[in-house]
């Protein structure tokens, strides 16, 4: 379908919509491709409904519609996904940033806060956290901002993904050292020692891959998705590699999927002091998905 080229905006977020709802996906991905095009915030293209769009702009707008009808994720189409109100460059090399992780971020800053007495730390000796899997960066990015006063540093085994960190972190100004190798073996290799470990692994089993809708499963690295046969195969590694990088007291938080909290928790058992308290917590939605340690 081409509409004429005195397309009002109403008229064409109509368009997107019915067309991308006819191709299984959300109608509201026509809203991000226009504000995309057009630089207009969601306020002012609530404005802006009357107003005649451009023929070249309308007709970009059509092509960027029918790619993310096509399966192309939006973001990889924008190029950007905000993540804790920060605007992050996002690519195929990296997975898109979820909601969830926001949750994950947000248990560790409290944790944190409520367990001051736990790190007795000044300027001269920062808070060291550690980022396994940094992806797009934003974890690490996030943790560097929000907690100023301690030394960030993160891993990706992928370099085209660190190359997409290492951008953010200069856009957004953070204080990150990036890592490249498997999970925590580069901080093994320097003997470096960590206050808190913080990692969103690949937890999805491989048969999960048949049901999940294409611009996921095509267009997602699959390293940063998939996980062997029950999803744990990640953390199985990186359960048994935390001991020599975690100081005691220290803090553990992993994203996990939401069936793995029993799972995830007994190979945390199995390195960790009896004495550590281990909690399975819920996302907004009920699901399981985060599993946060604390070690005396």
């Known amino acids: 379908m081409s509409l004429p080229t005195t397309t009002k905006t109403y008229e064409a977020l109509n368009w997107a919509s019915s067309f991308l709802q006819q191709h299984n996906y959300e109608g509201t991905i026509g809203h991000i491709l226009l504000m995309h095009h057009t630089g207009w915030s969601r306020t002012r293209m609530l404005t802006e409904q009357q ?106 085994i992928s370099a085209e993904a660190l190359a997409v960190a290492k951008r953010n972190a200069d856009s957004l100004e953070a204080r990150v050292e990036f890592l490249h190798g498997d999970l925590l073996l580069p901080f093994i290799e320097k003997s470096y020692q960590a206050d808190v470990i913080i990692s969103n692994p690949p937890y999805i089993p491989i048969g999960d891959k048949e049901w999940m809708k294409g611009n996921v499963k095509d267009h997602e690295p699959s390293g940063a998705l998939f996980a062997g046969e029950d999803g744990l195969e990640i953390y199985r590694r990186l359960v048994h590699q935390i001991p020599l990088v975690l100081s005691h007291p220290g803090i553990i938080a992993f994203e996990i999927g939401y069936n793995q909290g029993d799972a995830v928790t007994e190979l945390l058992q199995q390195v960790l002091p009896l004495d550590s308290y281990i909690e399975v917590i819920n996302d907004i939605n009920g699901n399981e998905r985060i599993v946060l340690a604390i070690v005396p």
Do not use: C, W
């Open 51 to 156: 107003t005649v769009l451009s023929s070249d702009l309308f007709a970009a707008f059509q092509h960027d519609v029918r790619r993310a009808a096509s399966g192309i994720p939006v973001q990889h189409i924008t190029g950007k996904e905000t993540f804790y109100d920060r605007h992050y460059h996002v690519n195929n090399h990296v997975l898109i940033p979820r909601p969830e992780t926001e949750e994950l971020v947000e248990t560790l800053l409290t944790t944190l806060d409520n367990h001051k007495h736990l790190f007795n730390k000044n300027e001269e000796e920062p808070l060291t956290i550690v980022d396994v899997g940094t992806g797009s960066g934003i974890i690490a990015i996030t943790m560097a901002l929000e907690v100023p006063s301690s030394h960030v540093s993160a891993s990706d």
